[in-house]
C-alpha cells in the first residue's frame, strides 16, 4: 500500500521541527525521524492504529502515537494518507476543521 502525507501534515511536522529546533536542532530531527519511522510501518499494515476516538463512526481514521504526536491517518484502498501531526496534549474536539475534513 502506498504512503502519502498531505500538505497539512507535512506543515505540521514542519512547524514541529521549527519549534523544537529553537532548544535543539539535534533533537528537532531526532524528533522527525522518529515520527517518519513510526508511519512506515503503515504501508504494510495499515490497520495496526487504533480509531480516533473523536472521529465516531468513521472506521478508515485511524492514529499511531508517537509519543507525544499524535499521527492520525486514513485507509483508503491503495493508500495510506497522513492527514495530520498532532500533540497530543491539544483537545481535537476543540480543533475546527478536523484532520479528515481538511483532505
Do not use: C
Amino acid at each position: 500500500m502506498k504512503l502519502e502525507w498531505s500538505n497539512f501534515a507535512v506543515s505540521d511536522l514542519e512547524l514541529i521541527k521549527e519549534y523544537v529546533s529553537r532548544d535543539s536542532e539535534f533533537y528537532a530531527a531526532r524528533l522527525v525521524e522518529r515520527v517518519i519511522q513510526s508511519v512506515e510501518i503503515l504501508s504494510s499494515f495499515p490497520h495496526i492504529g487504533r480509531y480516533v476516538p473523536e472521529a465516531e463512526g468513521i472506521p478508515n481514521i485511524r492514529e499511531v502515537i508517537s509519543n507525544p504526536y499524535r499521527i492520525i491517518y486514513r485507509t483508503e484502498e491503495y493508500r495510506v494518507l497522513i492527514l495530520a501531526v498532532i500533540h497530543s496534549a491539544r483537545d481535537l474536539a476543540e480543533i475546527e476543521p478536523k484532520p479528515w475534513e481538511l483532505s
